[in-house]
């Protein structure tokens, strides 16, 4: 429960922050790429510089067979990473603080501390380069 309230209230700060991003950005998800892949969800939102990002396991049980403990074991997202539409210098995870550059992000670092992650990009647009696609009517 506290893990869930946690989530949700750092999410509804971001929507509450960034109305726009949330009403009229451009929704999509972003390829995972690696031996995990399966397991982790990418959804992104884009809109006037900002890229909102929910990084999230699937069904983590699979990857917890045979496990001692209920969280993952070590290496069970190695090498499985999300490519971001462009390079937008830092980004940082809402949830966590976490921070990290560049356009591919390693999973097993940023769902390290939660099975979820809030990122959040600013600026790094091109205006040239590839948007974020629409992939839910409007």
């Not at 929507?15 to 982790?40: C, K, N, S, Y």
């Amino acid at each position: 429960g506290r893990l869930k309230r946690f989530v949700t209230h750092r999410a509804l700060l971001m929507r509450q922050e960034m109305p726009d991003l949330f009403l009229e950005g451009d929704v999509a998800l972003l390829p995972v790429e690696g031996p995990a892949a399966d397991h982790v969800l990418a959804l992104a939102r884009s809109h006037g510089g900002v890229l909102a990002v929910a990084l999230v396991l699937r069904a983590p049980g699979r990857l917890m067979e045979g496990a001692d403990l209920p969280r993952l074991p070590t290496g069970a997202l190695a090498g499985t990473v999300v490519t971001l539409p462009e390079d937008h210098g830092e980004v940082r995870d809402r949830l966590t603080g976490r921070r990290s550059t560049g356009r591919t992000l390693d999973v097993a670092e940023w769902l390290v501390d939660l099975p979820v992650a809030l990122i959040e990009a600013r600026g790094g647009w091109r205006s040239t380069g590839a948007r974020v696609r629409r992939i839910f009517g409007g």
